[in-house]
Structure formats: C-alpha cells, structure tokens
C-alpha cells in the first residue's frame, strides 16, 4: 500500500514527463518548419539577388560597350575632319606659293641667311622653299593642337 501512492506520482510525473516531451517535441518541429521556410526564403532572395546582379552586369557592359563605340565614332570624326582641314589648308598654301600639290618642299631644316647689315635682326628673308617649307611645318603644329584640343574634348564629353 505504501507503493500505491508513489506509483501515482510516478505516473502523474511521467504523464507530465511526457506531455512536457510532446510539447517540447511539438515546439522543436515548429522551430524546424519556421528555419526551413526562413531559409527556402533566404536561398531564394539570393538567387533573386544574383540573378539582379547578374542583369546588372550585362546592363553595365552593354552600356559600356555603347559608350566606348561612341566615344570611337567621335574620335573618328574628329581625325578625318582635322586630317581633311590639314590637306586642305595645306593644298591652299601650297598654290597661293605656286608649289606642286604633291611637293613637301626641302627635306632638311632650313637654314637662316644672315641679314644684311643695317637690316632689323626681325626681317630675315627666306628662300621660297625653304618659305613653304616652315609655313607647312606651322601648320603641321597648329593641325596638331587643334586636334589634341579636339581629342580632349571629346574624352570629357560623358
């Protein structure tokens, strides 16, 4: 008889026992399911994420690419434009000086008389083709700056 008493908190206590397990075991799934589906969520924003960055790249590129065409385009014009105004101004000093087209005048570098005396320092005449030979050279070097400057420009133009 003195066993019948404790036989009943041994199972009242394992009663609880397992309602406490159950419980504990119903929380545990809960807990599973909830990090599951917090996770099938994550991988999917990852994957939503990779695939923006993804398309953000191509967007990128592309838009590179399309700049860098244009930028190429530009700077196109601006040789054939400076490279066309350069033969032009060149074919025009050319026959102002009576020069052949196709003549460049001297090779060399010209050489500078010495003035006569009693003439300024300033006044020093040249020979004709030695003349059109540093005018061309002038104008070689201001079709360059132009073009520098031209080139230039188009770089900053963004």
């Not at 690419?65 to 434009?81: D, F, G, M």
Request: hydrophobic share 45%; aromatic share 6%; net charge neutral.
């Amino acid at each position: 008889m003195l066993l019948n008493p404790f036989l009943k908190y041994i199972a009242g206590g394992l009663g609880i026992a397992c309602l406490v397990i159950l419980a504990w075991g119903m929380r545990v799934d809960h807990l599973r399911a909830r990090w599951l589906h917090m996770y099938q969520a994550e991988h999917a924003g990852r994957i939503a994420d990779r695939a923006a960055y993804t398309q953000a790249q191509k967007d990128a590129a592309a838009l590179n690419k399309a700049h860098v065409e244009a930028e190429t385009k530009l700077r196109e014009q601006v040789n054939e434009a400076n490279g066309n105004s350069f033969i032009a101004n060149r074919d025009r000093l050319r026959a102002q000086s009576g020069a052949p087209k196709g003549s460049a005048g001297s090779a060399g570098v010209p050489q500078v008389p010495h003035p006569a005396p009693g003439t300024p320092p300033e006044v020093v005449s040249l020979p004709a083709a030695e003349l059109l030979r540093a005018q061309e050279l002038e104008l070689q070097l201001n079709a360059l700056i132009d073009w520098v400057n031209q080139q230039n420009s188009v770089a900053t133009a963004e």
